[in-house]
């Protein structure tokens, strides 16, 4: 596979750092300096590390970052550190290769690059930034997000949850659940919008671009009425007319000095990347040292698969069932690209979403086989127990698995629609999906896996309310039909907005239920209580998220049960069960009957400019570390740090923020933790992480950059080796 420079496609546009400043590529724009022996080489490294002090005229500089990259592998790859108390830093465990180190941090410019090896002691000379614009260059997006106003409230008399509802899709609902808003590729605009008459219309533009404009117009011109045109536009005209963030962030401190990053790439410069998996969620040694697969949303039907250890990216093409099966490529390009012009880039027609690994390494997606009728089974006259229940007539996406020893790629054909999947820790391996709209399914894998026969081994039900508090699902009323204090109640979706039913899907570790997160403003989580003979006994609970919380999104449970949600309110929130003091069923207990059970946790970062509070952050998922396979201890939630170019970890109450500081633009939508080796200590455990932005090529990189896999994991001190 070709491999592409990391540097060679950060063309000279706007949107590149390049563009503004030549010492932010500098690799590119000057050949490295050969590294001289430090004089004094007081820090112990192996034969395969890197270590040295790094200074400016300020003298030693403390919680910058080291960036060492090489271009001699097939993936690209560059590891980061950052340096001490006293400007120190050591690399660890570098494949044998030809480097380029060079430095960059808060307060500083991109230093000039110094050409290296491992085994080699090198001092490295900062560079002063020369003035606060220079600085603001290498600033999270977060910062430059937050100089954005939000609508006055008569502006938003009309629209139904008021700012509330604004800030939500503005945030992880909607604009920056897709893209970085904030990097320099958002807040400036590309050269083919340069003729256009105002800021306003060249957004409206901007939002006509390319396969995804029919959702970006619906969001921004339908749902929110044109209003974030209107602040978009202002916000880039005064980042042009050069004013800079009012914040500025903090260097990496403590633990987070700790932090070592490893970043690859792989697929190809239009992919898209969701998630990635690469062990067993419940097992997490399962697959050790072995490779990473994604899962390329829209996109292309190449499934990548990158070898951490050959430091190797390829992929296999995932097949469809059916001939008919639609593909991305048919969706219209309304206005021409500003960085592909008219060509349809997005042609996938399996679609996937999200990979799982199972207890033997199989490889599960969801994704789609087949156009959406489901099959006679499925639908009003079958014999099927949940299709009596719940007959269903369409599925978007459903399943398959991935054998890598075989290479063999078997469909699961399912009546109802799959987006997220996870294992239960059951005798059966049950996989539990959502996405299913009105209802939730489920696989019985160890069925299916013996049989092949997906029509038995599959199930679903309807998300219904113990609403007469007896304990058993009776016959329920429909959502539209008037309420039956008598009867159990039918809730649509299970509340969720978008026709996903539930967006996350959680099995608790501790008491066979199945949670979920119900995507909306405020929004809400969900109980599943499987019962005895599902779908006839399942039974629902709901609680929805009160103030200050708003904008549910991923989620995920530790092993106490407790309920960790990414928020659109700047929140991680978090729902303890145990904490309810009113009944859990009942007529009452419809959703806001425990708001004891919430905490919130404000993420960091800055408020936007005109309305103080919490951070501008735009969380999209919520992962909880049950097994502790990064290092910062077991049931340490973590949330995606979509602004900040990384994940935020709470961790004694406290966020740690783990960083990707190049390339800038580094936005993910999912993470895993896999533990290589339980004998080798903070090296045989880590976090992978993918890229998951819509447009690739917004990152520091510039078109033709590839999505990005990367790799945390935690020493205990900066100098460990």
């Known amino acids: 596979m070709q491999m592409w ?47 040295g002090v790094v200074s400016s005229e300020n003298g030693v500089e403390a919680g910058v970052w080291v960036i060492a990259e090489t271009e001699e592998f097939q993936t690209r790859f560059s590891r980061i550190v950052v340096t001490d108390d006293a400007g120190r830093y050591l690399i660890p465990d570098l494949p044998a290769a030809n480097y380029t180190l060079w430095v960059r941090g808060y307060g500083l410019a ?22 606060a614009a220079t600085a603001a260059k290498v600033y999270p997006a977060a910062y430059w997000y937050s100089m954005m106003k939000v609508p006055e409230p008569a502006e938003l008399a009309s629209i139904d949850g008021g700012l509330n509802y604004y800030l939500a899709w503005m945030k992880n609902l909607g604009c920056a659940s897709c893209h970085q808003l904030g990097t320099e590729a958002t807040r400036t605009f590309p050269p083919a919008f340069s003729d256009m008459e105002s800021s306003h219309t060249a957004w409206i533009r901007r939002t006509q671009s390319g396969q995804a404009a029919n959702v970006m117009i619906r969001q921004a011109a339908a749902q929110l009425q044109g209003l974030p045109y209107k602040y978009l536009a202002e916000w880039t005209d005064r980042v042009a007319a050069g004013e800079l963030p009012a914040e500025q962030p903090q260097r990496p401190a403590g633990i987070e000095r700790n932090i070592v990053v490893t970043v690859r790439d792989w697929s190809k410069p239009t992919g898209y990347m969701h998630d990635l998996t690469g062990t067993d969620r419940r097992a997490p040694t399962v697959n050790g040292y072995g490779p990473i697969y994604g899962a390329p949303e829209l996109s292309t039907d190449e499934f990548p698969i990158l070898d951490p250890v050959a430091n190797t990216a390829t992929h296999f093409i995932a097949p469809v069932r059916d001939d008919d099966t639609p593909s991305a490529k048919t969706i219209p390009v309304i206005q021409p690209s500003a960085y592909w012009g008219a060509e349809p880039i997005w042609d996938s027609r399996a679609n996937a979403h999200n990979p799982m690994l199972d207890q033997d390494g199989r490889v599960w997606y969801t994704v789609r086989i087949r156009r959406p009728e489901t099959p006679d089974f499925c639908r009003e006259g079958s014999e099927h127990p949940s299709a009596k229940l719940f007959p ?116 608790s570790p501790i008491d066979g239920s199945v949670w979920g997160s119900s995507t909306g403003v ?41 309920v960790w949600v990414a928020l659109g309110s700047g ?8 904490k309810c003091t009113a009944p859990l069923n009942g007529p009452d207990a419809t959703g806001d009957h425990c708001p004891e059970g919430w905490s919130f946790h404000p993420l960091p970062g800055p408020a936007f400019s005109n309305h103080p509070g919490f951070s501008v952050e735009s969380s999209y998922y919520a992962w909880v570390d049950q097994h502790n396979t990064l290092g910062l201890g077991a049931n340490v ?38 533990i290589d080796d339980t004998q080798a200590g903070w090296k045989g455990r880590g976090l992978w992480v993918p890229s998951g932005d819509r447009t690739p090529w917004h990152k520091e990189d510039g078109v033709g950059s590839k999505p990005l896999v990367v790799h945390f994991q935690v020493r205990p001190d900066p100098l460990a080796k």
Request: with cysteine; net charge negative.
């Open 110 to 131: 991109d230093s000039e690059p110094v050409a290296a090896a491992p085994g080699q002691h090198v001092d490295l000379d900062a560079i002063v930034a020369p003035d």
């Open 571 to 578: 929140h991680l929130g978090e729902f303890d069960r145990r």
């Open 5 to 51: 420079s990391l540097r060679a496609f950060a063309l000279p546009l706007v949107m590149s750092l390049a563009a503004c400043d030549p010492s932010s590529q500098p690799a590119q724009t000057q050949a490295p300096v050969e590294a001289q022996p430090a004089p004094q080489a007081m820090i112990e490294i192996d034969t395969d590390d890197i270590a």
């Open 392 to 507: 269903l007539v369409s599925s978007a996406r459903q399943l398959a698995y991935y054998e890598p020893e075989t290479g063999d790629y078997t469909f699961v054909d399912t009546c109802f629609s799959n987006h997220h999947l996870q294992f239960a820790e059951d005798e059966n391996n049950t996989l539990w999906t959502s996405g299913g709209g009105d209802v939730i399914g489920w696989v019985n894998t160890k069925q299916l896996l013996e049989t092949g026969d997906a029509e038995n081994a599959i199930g679903w039900t309807a998300w219904v309310l113990d609403t007469n508090g007896n304990g058993r699902r009776d016959e329920y009323t429909e959502p539209d039909e008037r309420f039956d204090p008598a009867l159990d109640r039918r809730v649509a979706g299970g509340g969720a907005i978008n026709g996903y039913g539930i967006y996350a899907v959680m099995p």
């Open 637 to 674: 939630p973590i949330a995606t740090g979509n602004l900040f170019d990384g994940v935020h970890a709470l961790v004694n109450g406290e966020f740690v923020t783990l960083r990707v500081p190049y390339p800038l633009g580094f936005f993910t939508k999912g993470f895993e933790g896999r």
């Open 522 to 562: 405020p929004g809400s989580i969900v109980r599943l209580s499987p019962g005895d003979n599902p779908p006839a006994t399942a039974l629902i609970e709901k609680y929805n998220v009160p103030l200050p919380g708003f904008g549910v999104r991923g989620a995920d449970i530790d092993r106490n049960g407790v």
